[in-house]
């Protein structure tokens, strides 16, 4: 019952953005700090950004490749997280992974690993090329 549904992924040009959003159902996000992870052919799985529990401040973390270029939030209101993308790259082109873990009263996320968390969704494919 408890599921993540990503969405937003697609083509786009090299300098281009995207917004990836991620819908939970089935838990409440108060207590859960969500993460973006991504995966391309032959290689291993990469933790892209976070966001932590609101307890502690909704601090983000963005992966150095990504910083200045991507931004995570997130709306416990609207169950939902998102990840707006942009001056994408051909390096960004990868499976985008929206995953939650919970933190309970707080709990901050930058050094999770995918093993940490508890639940995933079935990725949205972004591809960034000419």
């Known amino acids: 019952q408890v599921q993540l549904v990503e969405s937003g992924g697609g083509l786009v040009q090299p300098g281009g953005s995207l917004r990836l959003s991620c819908a939970a159902s089935g838990f409440t996000l108060d207590y859960y700090a969500f993460g973006w992870f991504r995966q391309a052919p032959g290689k291993e799985r990469e933790g892209v950004s976070c966001?932590?529990?609101?307890?502690?401040?909704?601090?983000?973390y963005y992966v150095d490749s990504v910083k200045g270029r991507f931004t995570i939030s997130r709306d416990n209101a609207k169950n939902t997280v998102s990840l707006q993308m942009n001056s994408l790259k051909p390096e960004d082109t990868a499976a985008y992974y929206c995953?939650?873990?919970?933190?309970?009263?707080?709990?901050?996320?930058?050094?999770?690993?995918?093993?940490?968390?508890?639940?995933w969704g079935q990725g949205t494919q972004v591809t960034v090329s000419s």
């Open positions: 995953a939650a873990v919970y933190l309970g009263d707080g709990g901050e996320c930058h050094h999770l690993a995918p093993p940490d968390y508890d639940y």
């Open positions: 966001i932590s529990t609101n307890d502690d401040d909704g601090m983000t």
